[in-house]
């Protein structure tokens, strides 16, 4: 079975790539099939997001993953017109 680690680590590619396609001309079936996706994938990020707190045998201190997902959520900013209202300091 998939660590919540590596789950993370998946569906926030996937976020980040739908996110980069969304920029792209596409049409309107197409646009619609990608915020699907992409709404899938941000649930299955919240899902890894909440197993990689709630499982003490990770060894991850919460503060450290929470700077992890705030690292990843800058990089998503870094993506021209998606501003997510996450301030950098």
Same mark, same amino acid.
Request: glycine fraction near 4%.
């Given at each position: 079975? @998939?660590?919540?680690?590596?789950? +993370?680590?998946?569906?926030? /590619?996937?976020?980040?790539? !739908?996110?980069?396609?969304?920029?792209?001309? !596409?049409?309107?079936?197409?646009?619609?099939?990608?915020?699907?996706? !992409?709404?899938? /994938?941000?649930?299955?990020? &919240?899902?890894?997001?909440? %197993?990689? &707190?709630?499982? @003490?045998?990770?060894?991850i201190? @919460?503060?450290?993953? %929470?700077?992890?997902?705030? +690292?990843? %959520?800058?990089?998503?900013?870094?993506? @021209?017109?998606?501003?997510?209202?996450i301030?950098?300091?």
């Amino acid at each position: 079975m @998939p660590t919540p680690d590596w789950r +993370y680590e998946k569906s926030s /590619s996937a976020v980040k790539a !739908l996110c980069r396609v969304l920029l792209t001309e !596409l049409g309107e079936n197409q646009r619609a099939d990608i915020q699907i996706a !992409l709404h899938d /994938s941000l649930k299955l990020l &919240c899902d890894a997001i909440t %197993a990689e &707190c709630l499982v @003490p045998e990770t060894g991850i201190e @919460p503060a450290t993953f %929470a700077l992890r997902v705030r +690292y990843d %959520a800058q990089q998503l900013q870094d993506i @021209p017109s998606i501003h997510w209202g996450i301030s950098s300091s």
